[in-house]
């Protein structure tokens, strides 16, 4: 089983990552802003859902590899480290486009639709891709056996965190569009921000071990 304390520190790692939104909660903005609450909450669900896909993929396809090479799980490392250091620098570069969403408008849809189209988002999201694949690793223990187990345990608290931040964002911007709409800096503040924190989980990745 996976350690409480690396499951504690993968969850404030997660929390850091998940806070900052990306494609999910790009996607149940819009709905919220066109749509209303029903329609956030509604993608939020596909798109955690979606999130299982390949949290699944991972736990079961790396899993006994990973046990069975400590170099190969040092390469993950390096590649999770250097990932998150892409992603945050991309994340402050990217920042207009939270301000972006606020304005976006989009058709009115059917809520199965909606559903479909987060778990779309969720299944196929780069973000939540890669983290898995190359990041999740980093906090299981090869020598304590049941790798897949691990990975999973792991994912869950990820998605469970991933439900709640997801959720926040939508909801907000179901209540409190008129106060984003009226400074869009606000947005990206928090993007500015949150690209520094992934950048520093990434540096402190490299540099310190896990297990």
């Known amino acids: 089983m996976v350690p409480l304390s690396h499951a504690a ?44 896909v390949p949290l699944v993929a991972v736990s079961f396809g790396l899993g006994a590899v990973l046990m069975a090479s400590a170099m190969l799980f040092l390469i993950m490392k390096v590649v999770g480290a250097a990932y998150l250091i892409y992603l945050g620098v991309s994340t402050i570069r990217q920042r207009k486009k939270l301000a972006a969403a606020l304005q976006s408008k989009v058709p009115s849809v059917g809520s199965g639709r909606v559903f479909t189209q987060g778990f779309i988002v969720g299944a196929t999201n780069p973000k939540t891709i890669v983290f898995f694949g190359a990041v999740l690793p980093q906090f299981a223990i090869p020598t304590r056996g049941a790798m897949p187990a691990q990975l999973l345990i792991l994912g869950v608290i990820f998605l469970a965190i991933q439900a709640l931040s997801d959720s926040s964002w939508a909801l907000l911007a179901a209540t409190a569009r008129s106060w984003f709409v009226r400074s869009p800096r ?26």
Do not use: D, K, Q, W
């Open 9 to 52: 520190a993968f969850a404030v790692a997660a929390l850091i990552l998940i806070v900052i939104p990306g494609p999910n909660v790009l996607f149940a903005i819009g709905r919220a802003l066109a749509l209303g609450r029903r329609s956030a909450v509604l993608s939020v669900a596909g798109g955690v859902t979606g999130s299982f």
């Open 186 to 211: 606000r947005l990206e503040t928090v993007g500015g921000t949150g690209g520094l924190m992934i950048i520093g989980v990434g540096a402190g990745m490299a540099l310190t071990g896990t297990n």
